[in-house]
């Protein structure tokens, strides 16, 4: 044959194969066949050399032709088989899947996850947030609160005092008589925040904790709402199925007063655990206010409250099974992140 026609042959014979080749590597094996250096096209190459003077330049030009058609063929097919793949590659891909973020996220600390939850069950039954300043004066802290200059807890080994006779408010009481002060009744607030005091530091006590106020004045309140109010907020808390007990006790701001103990099944072994001090307001308190205020907007005769204090931490302790309160202070994320 003719090499002219051997190359017409082979050129339409690769063709066909280039275009039925299916995947890469059966497109590899097609080039090898035939531009391999035992390829086919290699061969009529090599066998250019028998041909005369006259009759080789037509033909390479053919086979030049011929390759370079083939090559591109072969090119084209490689590139649709890469995009294939790569859209392949990609249809894995699960874009929904949340990202890898550049930092691990933080939480919130467990005392803040109970802070949250606290305010959200008395908001739910109608209180507002209050606050009122860390360093304080005797009269927001003490007097107004029927405490005594001679009251232990006004002894300077108790309190922080401050040289100029301020001090650290030794507990969120204060808040309730900031709040009377320039709101006339009713009255529904709570009040969280920190507080000071020189106890020796030790798994139960801190020189600064947190505490939880709250304050519910308006006309005909009895301790009935007070009752409710709190086992409500215990129960929420703590589980439905949360005993909550009243203890009488004594505060110098509130008559009658009581501590409050709950008992949960699933809390510190199902024993009693005192959680917070609470009571009636007493009317001392009442016309400490109207005295400040000028006015008799606290009628004790018309107006009736009760207020509640906790201590936020102890919450979070019980609630978390912490041993030490000191851990709530250290920053430790090998325990904070156990309660993300
Ligand atoms: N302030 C009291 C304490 O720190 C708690 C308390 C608040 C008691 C309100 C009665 C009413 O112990």
Known sequence: MPMLDQIDT???????????????ASLEAARVKFFGRQGQLSQIGESMKTLSKEERPAVGKRLNEVRQTLTAALDERAKTFAAQRDADALAQVDLTLPGTPPVPAGSLHPSTQLLDRAVQIFRRMGFALADGPDIEDEWHCFDALNTPADHPARNEQDTFYLPDGRLLRTHTSTVQIRTMETQAPPVRIIAPGAVYRRDEVDATHL????????????????????????????????GPGTAVRFRPHFFPFTEPSFEIDVKSAGLRGGQWMEVAGCGMVDPAVFEA??????????????????AFGFGLDRLTMILTGLPDVRMLVENDVRMLSQFR
């Open 10 to 24: 082979l050129f339409s014979e690769a063709q066909t194969e280039i275009a039925a080749v299916t995947d890469a």
């Open 207 to 238: 020189a600064q904790f947190n505490q939880f106020e709250g304050l519910y004045v308006d006309q005909g309140v009895g301790l009935a709402d007070f009752k409710g109010t709190l086992e409500f907020f215990f129960r929420e808390l703590f």
């Open 289 to 306: 206010v109207n005295q400040k205020r000028g006015d008799d907007a606290y009628d004790p005769e018309v107006v009736s409250g009760f």
